[in-house]
């Protein structure tokens, strides 16, 4: 994907989000990573502050691939953590070229009761097979270079278990998710934040898939949980 396509790609995703109630306000950010051949590669971010459903191309934030920044508006305070999800994911996904993080309700909601490592059983096979796991990583400051190392830890680890992960979820911020095009981190996100509304509104609670179930869905489809 060329930069100027990548612009593009960002602000249309980003209205998209934000127009069905995804992120609100000021909260959200999307970046991608550009080709190597494309002015030397380094990442297109949202600015600090911006509204995704606002966003103008010509003033997305363009850091180099040291994540220094080279034009645009200041980019968002997230950078770091995007950085090290797009240095650790690709070692198991080389696709992986875009992270998109939203404060997405039912996953915050999830997020704030006590639970264990992750934020939701196998409920659904598409959860199954288009999410998988989501680790939940203990609060910290938004922007704070701690998360970033912990982020990058626990996809590393599970990638190295054999469960390559596509999320995480910040405790109290929201989900960070990504995948080989902004259209397909955004699918991502809708089906982990609809599992997540799904949990919500079930009462009782229900079972989660078995493992005969999850197994079918390895085999039938390539799940990797």
């Known amino acids: 994907m060329k930069e100027h ?6 602000c249309r995703i980003g209205k998209s989000l934000f127009e069905r109630g995804y992120v609100h306000a000021t909260a959200g950010n999307i970046s991608v ?10 990442y297109l971010i949202t600015p600090a502050d911006a509204c995704l459903g606002l966003l103008d191309p010509a003033r997305l934030a363009r850091l180099d691939s040291d994540a220094h ?6 980019a968002s305070k997230t950078i770091a953590i995007h950085v090290a999800i797009m ?3 690709r070692q198991f996904d080389h696709q992986t070229r875009c992270v998109i993080h ?11 009761l006590p639970g264990g490592s992750e934020l939701l059983p196998p409920l659904t096979p598409y959860f199954v097979m288009k999410v998988g796991h989501v680790p939940l990583v203990d609060y910290h400051r938004p922007g704070d270079p701690d998360a970033a190392d912990l982020v990058a830890q626990t996809i590393t680890r599970y990638g190295q278990q ?3 992960i596509r999320a995480v979820m910040l405790a109290r911020l929201g989900p960070n998710v990504w995948h080989d ?6 699918a991502t996100l809708e089906e982990l934040e609809e599992t997540a509304r799904l949990w919500h509104i079930s ?11 999850i197994s079918e869905l390895r085999t039938v489809f390539g799940a990797r949980w």
């Open 5 to 10: 396509q990548a612009r593009d790609e960002i």
């Open 33 to 42: 990573l550009l080709d190597d051949a494309d002015g030397g590669g380094g």
């Open 69 to 74: 920044q080279t034009s645009g508006d200041v």
């Open 87 to 89: 240095r650790a994911s």
């Open 102 to 112: 939203t404060h997405s309700t039912h996953c915050v909601a999830l997020s704030l």
């Open 162 to 164: 054999g469960t390559p």
């Open 181 to 186: 095009t902004p259209a397909a981190a955004m």
């Open 203 to 213: 009462q009782p609670k229900p079972q989660a898939l078995d493992e005969g179930q």
